[in-house]
């Protein structure tokens, strides 16, 4: 290692020292904002012109598939260009997931003496691309139903007016705005939070249909809905926040129970304090605890180190895709054995007992010390996952994958803004309790790809 590299990591080590050491970048891998998934049914434009079918927002929810195959969640669809505020310019995207192979290369031309040169390559291949729908009825919003559906499918979009006169976590709206995702150990399903209700859903991971649904507590839920995210911010006490539900999704290596995590605080909880909820698969009982925000204005994602220890991805909202630079994009270690639940509790103040927490890498600084600008950072570093494990140097290290949301916009102010991927390798040592995920392979059938 260079004395430049020695003096540039100096500082860093030193504002978070509890950060792991041998937590390294090994890999970057693009793809272009501007191609298009393999979805050519839904290629038509949008209400606001933009293709249907635009590959972006993959890096929502990212979940380990087994071997090399990932996938990736999109959001609500393309909603940065403005044509009705009346449903926050909103369209009638149909909602979807990405399968991936993210397979490593070694990178022949690596250099260890320059700063960003990397020892391996990562070429992202898009496999699959998988419409998510139901079989019964959704309710929609004037003009929102896809011309896609049929007298046996119904598809989810992510326009904000499909929705009816129930309360927010009714399991019958159209409307889906995806932000977590994992795959059951059998790798015959996917499991997905929505920031709209706030819902868990549970779909078929070939045809996309709906499994069933996840009931959460009453007091997540906003009972005023309205089409416009300010609107029923003003309109509700008690609830999620309007675009900051259900973000993040953890599933134990057993299989056994989902985790979710709130983007921000609840309505009417005391603000930085977020809520996690377990989720027991099999009968639905769920358990709560409170994670307070250190310096981060949300939560993204939640990713499990065994049973009981996770990574939770805590970050702001600038960098690449914002015009500024990036400040905090941090991945902090909790445990929630031996902590006091807050199960039941329809509010939380400050005196809530809080799961502790210890910095395991400072994504913002890592990628700063590979010579990357905190302007080319992306803003929305939204989706963790393990990968398989790597032998480097004869030592086997384990692999984390970090992607963003790029929210379907190829560029920002004539500044390429693609889907990106960051993988990092961890030395068990850091992570010596560690458990992977065991999931069966899962061969593609005749499905609703396309």
């Known amino acids: 290692m260079t004395k430049k590299i020695l003096a540039f990591l100096l500082p860093l080590l030193i504002a978070a020292p509890a950060a792991q050491a041998s937590v390294d970048l090994i890999a970057i891998g693009t793809i272009d904002g501007n191609y298009q998934d393999l979805s050519p049914r839904t290629a038509g434009a ?50 979807r997931f990405q399968t991936l192979n ?66 927010s976590t009714s399991p019958s709206h159209a ?25 868990v859903y549970q779909f078929h991971r070939n045809s996309g249909r709906i499994i069933k649904s996840f009931k959460l507590p009453d007091y997540y839920a906003v009972a005023n809905l309205s089409a416009m995210g300010e609107t029923e911010i003003s309109g509700n006490t008690v609830g999620r ?18 985790i979710g995590m709130m983007q921000q605080n609840l309505t009417q909880d005391t603000k930085k304090y977020l809520r996690i909820i377990t989720i027991d698969i099999a009968t639905g009982a769920t358990h709560e605890y409170a994670y307070k925000l250190t310096d981060g204005s949300s939560v993204s994602d939640i990713l499990a180190i065994n049973n009981h220890e996770f990574l939770v991805d805590e970050r702001d909202g600038s960098g690449l895709g914002n015009g500024d630079a990036a400040v905090v994009k941090k991945l902090y270690k909790i445990d929630l054995a031996g902590v006091t639940e807050i199960t039941g509790s329809a509010a939380i103040t400050s005196a809530a007992p809080v799961v502790s927490k210890t910095l395991f890498l400072d994504v913002l600084a ?23 494990d790597l032998v480097v140097g004869g030592v086997t290290k384990h692999t984390l994958f970090i992607a963003n949301d790029n929210d379907f916009l190829p560029s920002v102010g004539g500044i390429a803004n693609p889907n990106k991927f960051f993988v990092f390798t961890i030395d068990q040592a850091d992570l010596p309790t560690y458990v992977p995920q065991s999931i069966k392979p899962n061969a593609l059938d005749k499905s609703d790809r396309g």
């Open 175 to 199: 409307r889906l705005d995806p932000e977590g995702i994992r795959v059951s150990n059998d790798g015959a399903s996917v499991f997905i939070t929505d920031e709209y209700g706030p819902y």
């Open 46 to 95: 949008l209400e606001n012109g933009v293709a249907g079918n635009l590959f972006g927002g993959i890096g929502s929810g990212l979940a380990y598939a087994g071997g090399n195959t990932f996938i990736g969640l999109p959001d609500r669809g393309p909603n940065a260009v403005a044509y009705n505020p009346a449903v926050d310019d909103t369209t009638s995207y149909i909602n």
């Open 241 to 258: 926040i309007a675009n900051k539900g259900m973000e993040a999704l953890a599933i134990s290596p057993d299989g056994s129970t989902l």
């Open 366 to 388: 890592a990628l700063n010390a590979n010579g990357i600008a905190s302007t080319q950072i992306p803003a929305k570093i939204e989706g963790v996952a393990f990968g398989p």
């Open 102 to 167: 993210l397979a490593l290369a070694v990178n022949p031309n690596y250099n260890s003496g320059i700063i960003g040169s990397l020892p391996y390559i990562l070429s992202p291949e898009l496999t699959a691309t998988t419409l998510l729908s139901s079989g019964q009825p959704r309710i929609y919003g004037t003009g929102g139903a896809p011309a896609l559906n049929t007298a046996s499918s119904y598809y989810y979009t992510g326009r904000s007016d499909n929705f009816g006169p129930r309360i």
